[in-house]
């Protein structure tokens, strides 16, 4: 399962993770500090959320027509131009805020592409034998580097402040390197850019509610839940804490993640009874959000937001492998793009939703508002998308039909 191709994913996806998880705390912080204003939090989310919507579906065509190691690399090629351009901004005398809300809609539009690529990327190069396993490591070793990343932001941002930037730039080049381990994956189309084809990933999760109903449960779930973009008002209004404690808890998450992940990772047997599964983990997602909500204690808060990571990351496994497993391969970029644009969109709509209520109403009502709402879409879900929460096995569309 360890060959050279997954190693440069591996070392790739590391290297891209570890630049966004620290540029999310770190933007969050300077931003924060140097407008005070919560709901510029929630524009950071829109400014890279917008191009996501914008190009989902050019970009998942894309992915299924032309090499997607090529991708790869020039979407980490414009990552690493949007770390030097924020850098720069940041260290100016005075933070030009929509220069920086601009230089994060290329982010976003670079990820657009991004996104879909690597998502189809491992089923190219790993056995379907060994691609849940692949999954649960994929995510695990991502998860790690979502934890050292908010560790290493706090770390740096009390060292170094706004120059903190520039170490980034060296992870840029390490995503280079690791990409260019890839093979070619040529992709042999005729390349045809008709609505047809565009649009046939959406038709294909018109017609598979078990796929269909993975997607909308992140989407929905994760948007009412969030509290990540939050947390720097958290910190410095609850806790009355530093920057320091921030990269704390934005490491939390993640660390409960990597736990739960290399569990599974360990395991000989694949899940059997995965939407069962899937839904006692987002009730537990649901109700650690309303505990980190009432959490006046740094401990308390730790706790909940490490049970918020593990029972997200079972649910990010089941649903993974359920859209890279039971998507043909013809289909997989254009079906990851939607996925992409629901992750993206549950993440920084959630960002916006959370920062624009807290701006409202405070951090506390917003995420005990937050983990009611998720609690209720689940029991909603779980009728609406049923053969979703009632699946066993994860198998191939050519083992079962819907």
Same mark, same amino acid.
């Given at each position: 399962m360890w060959s050279k191709a997954l190693i440069g994913l591996i070392i790739g996806r590391i290297a891209t993770t570890l630049?966004?998880?620290?540029?999310?705390?770190?933007?969050?912080?300077?931003?924060?500090?140097?407008?005070?204003? /919560?709901? *510029?939090?929630? !524009?950071?989310?829109?400014?890279? @959320?917008?191009?996501?919507?914008? +190009?989902?579906?050019?970009?998942?065509?894309?992915?299924?027509?032309?090499?997607?190691?090529?991708i790869l690399l020039i979407s980490a090629g414009l990552q690493l131009l949007v770390v030097l351009a924020v850098a720069l901004l940041m260290n100016q005398p005075e933070l030009n805020k929509w220069a920086l809300f601009c230089s994060l809609s290329v982010l976003g539009a670079g990820r657009a592409f991004f996104a879909p690529a690597i998502q189809s990327v491992l089923p190219n190069i790993v056995s379907s034998d060994h691609l849940g396993r692949a999954v649960a490591?994929?995510?695990?070793?991502?998860?790690i580097a979502l934890t050292v990343g908010p560790f290493l932001a706090g770390v740096?941002?009390? /060292?170094? *402040?706004?120059? !903190?930037?520039?170490?980034?730039? @060296?992870?840029?080049?390490?995503? +280079?390197?690791?990409?260019?381990?890839l093979p070619a994956l040529n992709i042999h189309s005729e390349r045809k850019l008709a609505l047809k084809d565009i649009f046939s990933g959406v038709e294909y999760l018109m017609h598979n509610n078990v796929v269909r109903g993975a997607l909308f449960t992140d989407l929905v779930v994760i948007l009412c839940g969030s509290v990540m973009a939050i947390l720097p008002v958290f910190v410095k209004d609850v806790l009355h804490e530093g920057p320091e404690t921030l990269g704390l808890?934005?490491?939390?998450?993640a660390v409960g993640a990597t736990l739960i992940g290399l569990t599974m990772v360990r395991?000989?047997?694949?899940?059997?009874?995965?939407?069962?599964l899937l839904f006692w983990s987002l009730i537990i997602f649901s109700f650690s959000i309303i505990g980190f909500a009432f959490s006046q204690n740094l401990y308390v808060a730790c706790f909940a937001l490490l049970v918020y990571g593990g029972s997200d990351m079972v649910s990010v496994v089941i649903r993974s492998s359920v859209v890279q497993i039971m998507t043909p391969d013809a289909l997989r970029?254009?079906?990851?793009?939607?996925?992409?644009?629901?992750?993206?969109?549950?993440n920084e709509l959630g960002d916006f939703r959370s920062g624009s209520v807290t701006a409202a109403v405070g951090p506390v009502a917003c995420a005990v508002a937050g983990g009611v709402m998720s609690l209720g879409i689940v029991l909603l879900f779980r009728s609406t998308f049923r053969p979703l929460f009632e699946l066993q096995k994860i198998e191939p569309p050519s083992a079962r039909q819907d």
């Open positions: 630049i966004g998880s620290t540029m999310a705390v770190s933007i969050g912080w300077h931003l924060y500090e140097a407008t005070g204003e /919560a709901f *510029d939090l929630a !524009l950071v989310g829109i400014f890279q @959320i917008v191009p996501v919507i914008s +190009l989902f579906l050019v970009a998942g065509w894309a992915a299924d027509n032309f090499s997607r190691k090529s490591a994929i995510s695990s070793i991502w998860n740096l941002l009390a /060292a170094l *402040d706004r120059q !903190l930037y520039w170490v980034l730039i @060296i992870f840029g080049l390490f995503t +280079l390197g690791g990409f260019s381990l808890l934005r490491a939390m998450p395991r000989k047997r694949a899940i059997e009874r995965n939407g069962p970029g254009r079906v990851s793009a939607v996925n992409s644009l629901f992750i993206a969109s549950s």
